[in-house]
């Protein structure tokens, strides 16, 4: 990987669409530019300047890609293609792995070619879908919840929250369960398994007492399932005392997952709401009960965007709202909470913990193995971004471990758990670390001062020629200015031990 960070970041191609059948690979003959800036986008520029080929055909190219691009001459395509060959690629330390090995892993003792996995939901609700995402390598499937619910979706469903580039950092839905029959699902397992015999089919299903519970994970196995997950946590049931209800009381998650694991044989996980002080008092219900993992987290119950006019909340319909799930990479910290809590629990000790909750990059997946998960799930980002994204999923995580030494994914489970404490007490507090300017990449904004002033301990002033000037006497080390300025000018710096 490279040493010294990230070359070009997201917001260089911000006003990349990301497109489908991208017109900008039809007006080039000699690469096709979309990949390599969607590479760049899910934070894996250094797999995208390993793909160039050996001459750069941009050098006289009068770069046609920037012309027919859905957004005309808005993304600078042969400026980052050259960046790439003449920035990135001499800095790379890392050659592409021959082969994807190290991302074997495994679930409950069964083998995984990669710790990717479709979460249950509508990006894993048919044999069309699952079929399209194994082919473009995803290594399994938790298939959308299976009961005897009769299931009618509300229309429209979902809503969402944006951040500056357009794209979704928050996603709410409404949505519940799988609206196939029972047989259906079940054929539906029969063809995955005999058509894709290696890829990995978890079985999520909610039932309405022990005895559904009970039959629905046997069914499951008997028509191809290597594994159940259960329901524990859905936010959206129109019925009282199913999904997130259950998962709030530890005697129903026990009582429930004993119901299931009595009745197969093939492992049992249990999917738990965020909707709870800690996960923990579950988690262990869960395992005393005989499941065999936990899957964490699912939606957290949220509202989104109060119409001014209406007075209704997104996603309206026909004049009322509802309370619903919410998910995207803003919940992602939430997540990471969650998964190191379930990581420290001894009582959890060798069981699997399939984590989930905002993962759209695989530096994202890589934190919650590192804190402990041996597999990840992911909805939001395909939701968003198509099954496509796997690739780069793939690529980065495989380059980070052949660059760490790692041989498999087991080596890096676990290893952040030792730097997390669930209070402050531990924390060092007789240091300060100074921020400290690049002015090369400063552009005398004054954002730095303005939150400092504003927000912080007043420590920033800009100087006539429009530079931050530090005054350590008042600065405290927030590090607030880092985190506000737009052109990553500002970084850590000299140390002082207060005295």
Request: with cysteine; charged share 20%.
């Amino acid at each position: 990987m490279l040493q010294t960070g990230q070359i070009i970041e997201r917001q260089d191609i911000i006003r990349c669409a990301l497109c489908a059948d991208a017109p900008c690979d039809a007006a080039c003959d000699k690469l096709k530019p979309s990949g390599f800036l969607r590479s760049i986008w899910f934070a894996n520029e250094q797999g995208a300047a390993e793909r160039l080929p050996s001459e750069n055909p941009c050098i006289t190219c009068s770069a046609p890609c920037e012309r027919y691009c859905a957004r005309p001459m808005e993304v600078q395509i042969k400026d980052t293609i050259n960046r790439l060959y003449y920035q990135v690629k001499p800095e790379s330390e890392t050659r592409v792995p021959e082969n994807e090995d190290r991302l074997k892993c495994e679930m409950c003792g069964i083998t995984l070619e990669n710790p990717f996995l479709l979460s249950s939901s509508v990006v894993s609700s048919t044999y069309d879908m699952c079929a399209r995402a194994f082919e473009e390598g995803w290594a399994g499937a938790s298939f959308k919840t299976v009961s005897t619910l009769d299931i009618h979706e509300a229309s429209p469903r979902f809503s969402a929250i944006h951040g500056a580039d357009g794209s979704i950092i928050g996603f709410k839905n409404i949505e519940q369960l799988s609206d196939h029959s029972i047989a259906e699902n079940m054929e539906i397992f029969m063809k995955l398994k005999n058509k894709y015999p290696s890829k990995f089919i978890l079985a999520s299903i909610m039932g309405q007492n022990e005895a559904e519970w009970g039959e629905l994970a046997a069914l499951c196995e008997e028509n191809g399932a290597d594994a159940v997950e259960l329901n524990f946590s859905c936010p959206n049931m129109a019925e009282g005392g199913l999904g997130s209800d259950i998962g709030q009381i530890p005697e129903l998650v026990e009582r429930f997952s004993r119901a299931a694991k009595e009745k197969c044989h093939i492992p049992v996980l249990a999917k738990l709401t965020p909707n709870v002080a800690s996960l923990i008092p579950a988690a262990e219900a869960a395992i005393r009960g005989g499941a065999d993992g936990i899957s964490a987290i699912n939606t957290i119950k949220s509202l989104t965007a109060v119409n001014i006019h209406t007075y209704v909340t997104a996603p309206a319909v026909h004049g009322l709202s509802a309370v619903g799930g919410y998910s995207g990479n803003a919940v992602k910290p939430i997540a990471l909470r969650f998964i190191s809590e379930l990581g420290k629990d001894p009582v959890l000790k060798g069981k699997h913990i399939s984590g989930m909750g905002g993962i759209e990059t695989w530096k994202d997946a890589l934190e919650f193995i590192l804190l402990g998960a041996g597999s990840v799930q992911i909805t939001t980002a395909i939701m968003q971004y198509g099954y496509r994204i796997i690739h780069d999923l793939k690529d980065g995580l495989n380059m980070y471990l052949a660059e760490k030494g790692f041989n498999s994914i087991r080596d890096a489970i676990g290893l952040a758990l030792d730097t997390v404490s669930s209070t402050t007490d531990v924390l060092e507090r007789d240091t300060v670390i100074f921020p400290r300017v690049i002015s090369e990449r400063c552009i005398g904004c004054g954002r730095c001062a303005v939150s400092c002033g504003d927000g912080g301990h007043q420590a920033i002033t800009m100087n006539e020629n429009r530079r931050p000037v530090l005054n350590g006497r008042s600065c405290v080390g927030c590090h607030l200015c880092i985190l506000v300025c737009p052109q990553n000018a500002i970084v850590p710096g000299k140390k002082r031990v207060r005295t």
